[in-house]
């Protein structure tokens, strides 16, 4: 990931065809959905 100007990180990777979310592990143990993502990725 990098690091940008504005404080935002960003990645691009590149990932079969489908529908995708993006979660993060919040105290090592629950994956939870971003709450500023509107949805899953196509």
Do not use: A
């Not at 919040?26 to 500023?36: G, L, R, S, T, Y």
Request: neutral net charge; aromatic residues 14%.
């Amino acid at each position: 990931m990098t690091k940008q100007p504005s404080g935002m990180w960003t990645i691009k990777v590149s990932i079969p065809p489908g529908t995708y979310g993006c979660k993060f592990l919040v105290d090592e143990k629950d994956w939870v959905f971003d709450p500023n993502n509107p949805g899953p990725f196509h």
